[in-house]
Protein backbone atom coordinates (compact mmCIF):
# COMPACT_ATOMS: atom_id res chain seq x y z
CA UNK A 1 0.00 0.00 0.00
CA UNK A 2 1.43 3.77 -0.76
CA UNK A 3 1.98 5.67 2.52
CA UNK A 4 1.79 9.26 1.04
CA UNK A 5 2.34 11.92 4.14
CA UNK A 6 0.85 15.04 2.51
CA UNK A 7 -1.31 15.20 -0.21
CA UNK A 8 -1.68 16.95 -3.11
CA UNK A 9 -4.57 19.83 -3.69
CA UNK A 10 -7.37 18.13 -6.14
CA UNK A 11 -6.87 19.69 -9.50
CA UNK A 12 -9.34 22.73 -10.02
CA UNK A 13 -9.19 23.35 -13.79
CA UNK A 14 -12.41 21.85 -14.37
CA UNK A 15 -15.67 23.07 -14.35
CA UNK A 16 -18.38 20.10 -14.27
CA UNK A 17 -18.24 16.47 -12.40
CA UNK A 18 -20.65 14.00 -12.01
CA UNK A 19 -20.93 11.82 -8.50
CA UNK A 20 -21.69 8.00 -9.00
CA UNK A 21 -21.85 5.83 -6.12
CA UNK A 22 -24.46 2.61 -4.68
CA UNK A 23 -26.42 4.41 -2.31
CA UNK A 24 -28.21 7.42 -1.22
CA UNK A 25 -26.23 8.46 1.65
CA UNK A 26 -22.62 7.24 0.17
CA UNK A 27 -22.13 10.40 -0.88
CA UNK A 28 -23.16 12.66 2.21
CA UNK A 29 -20.65 9.97 4.48
CA UNK A 30 -17.73 12.04 3.48
CA UNK A 31 -17.54 13.36 0.23
CA UNK A 32 -20.62 16.37 0.84
CA UNK A 33 -18.20 18.95 2.27
CA UNK A 34 -16.11 19.07 -0.83
CA UNK A 35 -19.11 19.49 -3.20
CA UNK A 36 -20.07 22.22 -1.49
CA UNK A 37 -16.68 23.78 -1.56
CA UNK A 38 -16.74 22.86 -5.61
CA UNK A 39 -19.97 24.57 -6.37
CA UNK A 40 -19.76 27.55 -3.82
CA UNK A 41 -16.92 27.76 -6.83
CA UNK A 42 -19.35 28.13 -9.52
CA UNK A 43 -18.79 24.13 -11.05
CA UNK A 44 -21.04 21.92 -11.49
CA UNK A 45 -21.79 18.69 -9.77
CA UNK A 46 -24.59 16.03 -10.16
CA UNK A 47 -25.35 12.74 -8.60
CA UNK A 48 -26.18 9.27 -9.71
CA UNK A 49 -27.19 6.71 -7.91
CA UNK A 50 -27.29 3.06 -8.96
CA UNK A 51 -29.86 2.12 -6.34
CA UNK A 52 -32.43 3.68 -4.05
CA UNK A 53 -31.36 2.27 -0.87
CA UNK A 54 -34.48 0.41 -0.47
CA UNK A 55 -32.86 -2.12 1.40
CA UNK A 56 -31.11 -0.36 3.64
CA UNK A 57 -33.48 0.04 6.36
CA UNK A 58 -34.21 -3.09 8.52
CA UNK A 59 -37.68 -1.96 9.72
CA UNK A 60 -39.18 -0.54 6.70
CA UNK A 61 -40.31 -2.42 3.27
CA UNK A 62 -37.94 -1.70 0.36
CA UNK A 63 -41.24 -0.39 -1.56
CA UNK A 64 -41.58 2.75 1.37
CA UNK A 65 -37.56 2.85 1.96
CA UNK A 66 -36.65 3.20 -1.62
CA UNK A 67 -38.99 6.32 -1.87
CA UNK A 68 -38.02 7.97 1.54
CA UNK A 69 -34.59 7.61 1.10
CA UNK A 70 -34.58 9.18 -2.51
CA UNK A 71 -36.46 12.31 -1.04
CA UNK A 72 -33.71 12.25 1.70
CA UNK A 73 -30.73 12.13 -1.10
CA UNK A 74 -32.36 15.09 -3.28
CA UNK A 75 -32.77 16.98 -0.11
CA UNK A 76 -28.81 16.09 1.07
CA UNK A 77 -27.61 17.31 -2.61
CA UNK A 78 -29.25 20.13 -2.35
CA UNK A 79 -27.69 21.60 0.84
CA UNK A 80 -24.18 21.05 -0.83
CA UNK A 81 -25.56 23.11 -4.27
CA UNK A 82 -26.44 19.80 -6.45
CA UNK A 83 -29.76 20.29 -8.64
CA UNK A 84 -29.21 16.82 -10.71
CA UNK A 85 -29.57 13.80 -8.68
CA UNK A 86 -30.40 10.99 -10.85
CA UNK A 87 -31.59 7.36 -9.56
CA UNK A 88 -30.92 4.08 -11.95
CA UNK A 89 -33.26 1.58 -10.27
CA UNK A 90 -30.77 -1.35 -9.42
CA UNK A 91 -31.47 -3.48 -6.56
CA UNK A 92 -29.87 -2.55 -3.39
CA UNK A 93 -27.95 -5.09 -1.95
CA UNK A 94 -27.58 -6.87 -5.35
CA UNK A 95 -25.81 -4.63 -7.75
CA UNK A 96 -23.71 -6.81 -9.85
CA UNK A 97 -20.72 -5.75 -12.02
CA UNK A 98 -20.87 -6.30 -15.38
CA UNK A 99 -21.27 -5.06 -19.14
CA UNK A 100 -24.72 -4.34 -18.00
CA UNK A 101 -24.06 -1.84 -15.02
CA UNK A 102 -20.76 -0.53 -16.74
CA UNK A 103 -22.93 0.04 -19.93
CA UNK A 104 -25.51 2.38 -17.41
CA UNK A 105 -22.74 4.36 -16.12
CA UNK A 106 -21.11 5.19 -19.73
CA UNK A 107 -24.77 6.48 -20.65
CA UNK A 108 -25.04 8.40 -17.43
CA UNK A 109 -21.12 10.03 -17.89
CA UNK A 110 -22.19 10.40 -21.49
CA UNK A 111 -25.30 12.46 -20.98
CA UNK A 112 -23.65 14.40 -17.77
CA UNK A 113 -20.19 15.06 -19.98
CA UNK A 114 -18.03 15.49 -16.81
CA UNK A 115 -14.13 16.11 -16.70
CA UNK A 116 -13.99 14.64 -13.32
CA UNK A 117 -16.09 11.61 -12.02
CA UNK A 118 -16.03 10.47 -8.60
CA UNK A 119 -16.63 7.68 -6.74
CA UNK A 120 -16.73 5.57 -3.67
CA UNK A 121 -13.77 2.64 -2.12
CA UNK A 122 -14.04 -0.40 -4.86
CA UNK A 123 -11.47 -2.17 -2.05
CA UNK A 124 -12.19 -4.80 -0.44
CA UNK A 125 -11.92 -3.24 3.17
CA UNK A 126 -12.37 -0.14 4.43
CA UNK A 127 -9.03 0.44 6.78
CA UNK A 128 -7.79 -2.75 6.27
CA UNK A 129 -10.21 -4.20 8.45
CA UNK A 130 -13.80 -3.33 7.80
CA UNK A 131 -15.30 -5.62 5.00
CA UNK A 132 -16.34 -3.54 1.95
CA UNK A 133 -20.19 -4.24 0.60
CA UNK A 134 -20.66 -6.40 -2.52
CA UNK A 135 -22.33 -2.97 -3.84
CA UNK A 136 -19.46 -0.67 -3.29
CA UNK A 137 -17.21 -2.89 -4.57
CA UNK A 138 -19.00 -3.36 -7.80
CA UNK A 139 -20.18 0.43 -8.25
CA UNK A 140 -16.20 1.34 -7.50
CA UNK A 141 -14.77 -0.76 -10.01
CA UNK A 142 -17.80 -0.50 -12.92
CA UNK A 143 -17.46 3.29 -12.80
CA UNK A 144 -13.37 3.11 -13.26
CA UNK A 145 -13.97 1.00 -16.01
CA UNK A 146 -17.15 3.37 -17.36
CA UNK A 147 -15.26 6.65 -17.92
CA UNK A 148 -13.21 4.76 -20.58
CA UNK A 149 -15.88 2.95 -21.84
CA UNK A 150 -18.02 6.35 -22.26
CA UNK A 151 -15.48 7.78 -24.58
CA UNK A 152 -15.44 4.72 -26.83
CA UNK A 153 -17.97 4.86 -29.83
CA UNK A 154 -17.63 1.33 -30.72
CA UNK A 155 -18.47 0.46 -27.17
CA UNK A 156 -22.47 0.38 -25.93
CA UNK A 157 -22.86 2.33 -29.34
CA UNK A 158 -26.63 2.08 -29.02
CA UNK A 159 -26.71 4.73 -25.79
CA UNK A 160 -28.89 7.92 -26.72
CA UNK A 161 -26.06 10.16 -25.60
CA UNK A 162 -23.03 10.98 -27.72
CA UNK A 163 -19.81 9.13 -26.65
CA UNK A 164 -17.67 11.60 -24.13
CA UNK A 165 -14.00 11.56 -24.26
CA UNK A 166 -13.69 14.07 -21.69
CA UNK A 167 -13.52 12.61 -18.64
CA UNK A 168 -9.51 13.79 -17.01
CA UNK A 169 -9.65 12.01 -13.89
CA UNK A 170 -11.69 9.37 -11.96
CA UNK A 171 -11.37 10.56 -8.10
CA UNK A 172 -11.78 7.89 -5.31
CA UNK A 173 -13.22 8.82 -1.73
CA UNK A 174 -13.04 6.04 1.04
CA UNK A 175 -9.58 4.56 -0.39
CA UNK A 176 -6.93 3.56 1.92
CA UNK A 177 -3.91 4.77 0.03
CA UNK A 178 -5.53 8.64 -0.99
CA UNK A 179 -2.91 11.10 -3.22
CA UNK A 180 -5.05 14.29 -3.31
CA UNK A 181 -7.35 16.19 -0.44
CA UNK A 182 -10.01 19.10 -0.57
CA UNK A 183 -9.96 21.81 2.13
CA UNK A 184 -13.55 21.63 3.65
CA UNK A 185 -12.71 24.54 5.67
CA UNK A 186 -15.85 26.36 3.79
CA UNK A 187 -18.07 23.25 3.19
CA UNK A 188 -17.85 21.37 6.44
CA UNK A 189 -21.24 23.00 8.19
CA UNK A 190 -23.27 21.70 4.85
CA UNK A 191 -21.80 18.39 4.92
CA UNK A 192 -22.73 17.99 8.34
CA UNK A 193 -26.56 19.19 7.38
CA UNK A 194 -26.24 17.20 4.42
CA UNK A 195 -25.78 14.30 6.04
CA UNK A 196 -28.12 14.90 8.83
CA UNK A 197 -30.72 15.06 5.70
CA UNK A 198 -30.85 11.66 5.86
CA UNK A 199 -32.65 11.00 9.67
CA UNK A 200 -34.85 8.54 8.67
CA UNK A 201 -31.96 6.15 8.20
CA UNK A 202 -29.16 7.36 11.18
CA UNK A 203 -32.20 7.02 13.36
CA UNK A 204 -32.95 3.67 11.71
CA UNK A 205 -29.13 2.97 12.19
CA UNK A 206 -27.86 4.14 15.35
CA UNK A 207 -29.83 5.46 18.56
CA UNK A 208 -27.71 8.13 19.16
CA UNK A 209 -28.98 11.70 18.46
CA UNK A 210 -28.98 12.52 15.18
CA UNK A 211 -27.24 15.56 14.82
CA UNK A 212 -24.77 14.67 17.56
CA UNK A 213 -24.18 11.83 14.92
CA UNK A 214 -23.23 14.14 11.70
CA UNK A 215 -21.33 16.41 13.38
CA UNK A 216 -19.10 13.98 15.13
CA UNK A 217 -18.96 12.04 12.12
CA UNK A 218 -18.00 14.53 9.40
CA UNK A 219 -16.09 16.74 11.64
CA UNK A 220 -14.16 14.30 12.95
CA UNK A 221 -12.90 12.69 9.80
CA UNK A 222 -12.02 15.92 8.57
CA UNK A 223 -10.11 16.73 11.42
CA UNK A 224 -8.73 12.89 11.01
CA UNK A 225 -7.18 14.06 7.50
CA UNK A 226 -6.02 17.34 8.36
CA UNK A 227 -2.17 16.10 9.70
CA UNK A 228 -2.49 14.96 5.47
CA UNK A 229 -3.09 18.29 4.58
CA UNK A 230 -1.41 21.23 5.81
CA UNK A 231 -3.39 20.81 9.61
CA UNK A 232 -6.63 21.88 7.48
CA UNK A 233 -9.55 19.59 7.64
CA UNK A 234 -9.93 17.93 4.50
CA UNK A 235 -11.75 15.15 2.30
CA UNK A 236 -9.26 12.80 0.61
CA UNK A 237 -9.75 11.29 -2.64
CA UNK A 238 -7.19 8.59 -4.79
CA UNK A 239 -6.95 10.30 -7.90
CA UNK A 240 -7.11 8.33 -11.04
CA UNK A 241 -5.65 10.19 -14.25
CA UNK A 242 -7.47 9.21 -18.04
Known amino acids: MTTIDQLEPMPGDWRRALAIVAHPDDLEYGC ?10 GREVAYVMVSSG ?4 DTLDP ?10 ERAGAAVVGVREVEFLGHRDGVIEYGVALRRDLAAAIRRHRPELVITLNPDDTWGGTYWNTPDHRAVGRAVLDAAGDAGNRWI ?7 PWDGVRWVAVAGTDAPTHAVDVTDG ?22 PEKYARDLIEGQAREEAARFGGRPAVTFRLFPR
Open 32 to 41: ASAVAVWTDA
Open 54 to 57: EAGI
Open 63 to 72: AESGPLRERE
Open 156 to 162: FPDTDAE
Open 188 to 209: LERGVRSLLAHRAYIEALTGED
